[in-house]
């Protein structure tokens, strides 16, 4: 199995980083395909805390290559940031590439992210105004910039002198007070280029050779499949393609190389920005969740909206990704809930839904159906840590019951279960199936 892709199931924020970076033990590559620094993941090495947008989550891994491909859309000011942050903590930067064909975040994407927001009114999605929206946009309108551009002034210059002008006129129309100097972009954006000249590189090309010579690699979703431009709750998700299918197009490789897709499962629902949510919680088991979980935006620190865990949302994840196995992460959140609930199906006015709806009029009136099950306690640190030493047998009755359900509600087998931030957290159900 070499080529492996990693996604979340949900709206996001599923424990993605931790994961990857588990399974990126075993592999020589990591690859993000898609998304940009509007993700967040963040990932405990021993004690410390890393917080990552946009390197791919096997930078920490030193003898790993990371790659940045071209379904990413790069913020060159923000992963200049990132690379200065995690060289200073003492981690060297020797094994990164990035697509020559990636499209970059340019001042004006941010500025029109925020403007757009404003108009959009109920429609917003609550994006995290990092320009991802306008510079995917102009990707698709053929206005972008790659990052092959940065690295010739000719070039950049000539693409500036096209869009300046167009993007000063955007603003003047939306009113905004707003001059954009094409001497200042310039002169920071080739600034930029020249720092990550090094890094750049045929990616795809990379990639395929290195899945000739039988390398493991490993690709890395960011947001979650009901966040995909395609497939999720349009408009209010983002603006890539989130799902298995976008490793193919985001990283340039073809749809016979992959061999594996893993899909992770939070073990409850949250949300970060706007759209219907079914099995949303407004009282204190919602508060529960959010506090016992540490659900705050990785990016924007956000308060997530949470909720009970969703089948019909996991059930659309398994059929659009075609998961061979699932992870299921933060299942210790759920300690200390006497009844814990999930939602099987919808209920909307008399008629049963089972297929997650195209219709965000309809998902916002559809009654969540639930099953419930009991809960289990609090266990103290060293408690979790027998547990974890002796395996899945020695889980609570009632957290095993839990999984089960989930088992056996999508058809796919659970291969890991994380019980904590922390990498040795995880219990390996590899040796069970
Ligand atoms: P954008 O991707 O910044 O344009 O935001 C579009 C929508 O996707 C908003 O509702 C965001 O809150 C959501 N979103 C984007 N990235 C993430 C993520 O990494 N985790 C969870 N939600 C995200």
Redo the contacts with the bound molecule.
């Keep these: 199995m070499s080529a492996i892709v990693i996604v979340?199931t949900q709206?996001?924020?599923e424990g993605k980083g931790k994961i990857t970076d588990y399974y990126a033990e075993n592999a020589d590559y990591v690859v993000r395909f898609q998304?940009?620094n509007?993700?967040?993941h963040t990932i405990m090495v021993g004690d410390e805390t890393f917080k990552f947008h946009l390197l791919p989550s096997g930078i920490l891994r030193k003898e790993k290559k990371v790659v940045i491909g071209n379904g990413v859309v790069v913020d060159p000011i923000i992963l200049l940031k990132e690379l200065t942050e995690i060289k200073k903590r003492g981690f060297e930067i020797k094994n990164l590439s990035i697509s020559d064909r990636a499209n970059v975040i340019m001042p004006y994407h941010k500025i029109i992210?925020s403007i757009e927001e404003k108009l959009k009114k109920e429609f917003k999605?609550?994006?995290?105004?990092?320009?991802?929206?306008p510079c995917f946009s102009d990707k698709i309108a053929r206005f972008g910039v790659r990052m092959i551009d940065l690295l010739e002034k000719e070039t950049l210059e000539k693409k500036l002198d096209m869009l300046i002008p167009i993007k000063q006129k955007i603003l003047d129309i939306y009113g905004e007070n707003i001059n954009l100097s094409k001497k200042d972009i310039l002169e920071e954006y080739l600034a930029c280029g020249k720092k990550l000249r090094r890094y750049v590189t045929d990616t795809s090309l990379l990639i395929n050779n290195a899945l000739d010579e039988k390398k493991i690699v490993l690709f890395e979703g960011?947001?979650?499949t009901h966040?995909d431009i395609d497939h999720g709750i349009y408009p209010?998700?983002?603006?890539?393609n989130t799902i298995a299918g976008g490793a193919c197009i985001g990283a340039g490789i073809g749809p016979q190389r992959i061999d594996r897709v893993i899909g992770v499962v939070k073990a409850y629902t949250?949300?970060?920005?706007?759209?219907p949510f079914p099995t949303e919680l407004d009282d204190e088991r919602g508060e529960h969740l959010r506090d016992k979980g540490g659900e705050y935006?990785?990016?924007?620190g956000?308060p997530?909206r949470c909720g009970w865990l969703d089948m019909v949302m996991i059930r659309f994840a398994v059929r659009v990704n075609v998961l061979n196995a699932l992870v299921i992460t933060k299942i210790d959140v759920l300690s200390g809930l006497k009844k814990i609930k999930v939602c099987k199906e919808y209920e909307h006015k008399g008629r049963i839904i089972r297929d997650f709806p195209a219709d965000m009029n309809l998902l916002a009136n559809c009654k969540p159906i639930y099953d419930e099950l009991d809960g289990w306690g609090y266990y103290s640190k060293d408690e979790w840590e027998r547990m974890i030493k002796k395996g899945y047998e020695a889980l609570p009755e009632n957290m095993k019951r839990y999984i089960n359900y989930i088992q056996k509600a999508t058809g796919v087998e659970i291969e890991l279960i994380s019980v904590g931030p922390r990498r040795w957290e995880t219990i390996d159900m590899r040796s069970y199936h």
């Design positions: 979340g709206w996001g924020d998304g940009g509007n993700a967040g992210d999605a609550g994006t995290t105004k990092r320009g991802i929206g960011a947001q979650g966040l209010f998700g983002t603006s890539s949250s949300r970060v920005g706007t759209g935006g990785t990016t924007t956000r997530r």
